[in-house]
């Protein structure tokens, strides 16, 4: 049993195959479109009754953020997908990390193929980027999503500027819709690159523990105004609003590090 399959808080979603046509996101990123095939419930907390992606989102108040993992950018043919899910409070500078995931997405996770990662909260779609190229085995491991909330309501998910880890000649296109298209920063309306770290400086990197800073890791801001039209302050926060020289300091200590036990880790720090 790979080690991603006993996570413990977690929500493993297999994809059902009526879920399989999956409209692509808009080219507009706060009009991303949500899977049409069949109704689709988003990214909602399922202990809450009749919780649906009406749910306005409130500074302080906990709020829904999904990280889906699939085999594939195509999902028009059916996916292996997995959801993992996270209930932080909105505005607060969040961090989901997977401890181990690197070396089971290298190993058994998806027979050690692709891996596609996508974030969802209430109704809304990011576009998808990859994490993992079996071909190149190259990890691309840097990922903040930023949830874009207009008096509560959630209109879109875009990614931050991951090219801001490394210089030119480590950055490549990352970013596709759902039919498996790849994005650039003009078709998609948003950053569609990332830096990546090579399978062997993954390895090296791998702790005693079996974990590694390529693990899956991914960190949450939010801008736009709350349900009370307060105006959301974490974006600002977010890596590439800071000069290259301060990135690394601020991934050791803006939000720190634990050596917890293997499964999902959930972290936030306060603006």
Do not use: H
């Not at 490394?166 to 990332?194: A, D, F, K, R, V």
């Not at 890791?217 to 020289?245: C, E, I, N």
Request: glycine share 8%; with cysteine; hydrophobic share 30%.
């Amino acid at each position: 049993m790979s080690r991603l399959s006993v996570l413990f808080t977690c929500l493993l979603l297999p994809f059902m195959a009526a879920q399989g046509q999956t409209a692509s996101p808009s080219v507009t990123p706060t009009e991303t479109s949500s899977p049409t095939a069949t109704p689709w419930g988003g990214c909602v907390n399922p202990n809450v009754e009749d919780s649906d992606g009406d749910v306005k989102v409130t500074i302080g108040k906990p709020t829904y953020v999904c990280l889906n993992i699939a085999n594939t950018s195509d999902w028009t043919s059916g996916v292996s997908y997995q959801r993992v899910s996270l209930s932080p409070k909105a505005d607060q500078y969040s961090r989901l990390r997977v401890p181990g995931f690197y070396a089971d997405a290298v190993g058994t996770l998806f027979n050690g193929g692709d891996i596609f990662v996508g974030a969802a909260s209430s109704t809304s779609l990011s576009f998808l980027r990859n994490f993992y190229n079996k071909t190149t085995q190259k990890v691309y491991p840097f990922l903040t999503a930023i949830i874009d909330v207009r008096d509560g309501i959630i209109n879109g998910i875009t990614w931050d500027d991951a090219c801001v880890f490394c210089g030119p000649n480590e950055c490549e296109e990352i970013t596709y819709n759902y039919n498996g298209i790849s994005q650039t920063t003009e078709s998609s309306g948003q950053p569609s690159s990332g830096c990546f770290a090579t399978a062997e400086q993954c390895n090296d990197l791998l702790g005693q523990n079996g974990t590694s800073t390529c693990d899956l890791t991914l960190y949450v801001v939010w801008t736009g105004t709350d349900a009370k039209r307060r105006a959301f302050q974490s974006s600002a926060s977010r890596f590439s609003a800071f000069p290259p020289q301060e990135i690394q300091n601020r991934i050791k200590s803006l939000i720190p590090q634990r050596n917890g036990r293997r499964g999902m880790e959930m972290e936030v720090t306060d603006l």
